[in-house]
């Protein structure tokens, strides 16, 4: 037996172009194919040569509970990590977006962080090697530094990308 690394993560959502918006826009990423399913969503990958679809949404129908609502947050998960390059480029696409995010370097290890949520309230940890970044150590200013128990996630800042997408 052998477990791999993580196929893809299902999302769901009430507000499908708004958070294809800000993973396209804010996370670079490009649509996927998407098999023809029998609800709406979508399907998205890293901008890179043979990348897989990681991320796939569910809207309409498939994203509601029984009582009709579609749930937000990361509930149990507390976050999905993504392997990415660019955090000075990352970081200025956030706060050119006005998107709050968190910063931390591993201890003992070559790996950055930043941490930021999408419109559904889904915690998002972008992971660098700095072997990969051309670029100095973060330092990193007290409040942006990630804390496991901080609650920042500001709904009403990704409203941008609902506005837009109408």
Same mark, same amino acid.
């Given at each position: ?16 172009? $708004?958070?294809? =918006? ?29 990348? +897989? ?7 309409? +129908? ?12 990361? $509930? ?25 995010? =968190?910063?931390?370097?591993?201890? $003992? ?58």
């Amino acid at each position: 037996m052998l477990l791999g690394q993580l196929f893809h993560t299902a999302i769901k959502t009430a507000h499908l172009e $708004a958070t294809v =918006r800000f993973y396209t826009e804010v996370l670079g990423m490009v649509v996927a194919d998407r098999p023809p399913l029998a609800f709406p969503g979508a399907w998205l990958k890293p901008a890179q040569a043979g990348a +897989d679809a990681i991320f796939h949404f569910y809207a309409g +129908d498939a994203a509601r509970d029984a009582d009709g609502s579609v749930q937000t947050g990361t $509930a149990a998960i507390d976050h999905v990590s993504v392997v990415c390059q660019g955090y000075g480029a990352f970081k200025d696409r956030f706060e050119r977006y006005g998107l709050p995010y =968190r910063e931390n370097l591993v201890p $003992a290890t070559p790996l950055w962080q930043l941490f930021i949520f999408d419109p559904n309230g889904v915690q998002l940890e972008l992971t660098f090697h700095s072997a990969a970044e051309h670029e100095d150590v973060p330092a990193i200013p007290a409040e942006r530094r990630y804390n496991a128990r901080e609650r920042w996630f500001q709904p009403e800042l990704y409203r941008q990308f609902e506005a837009l997408a109408a």
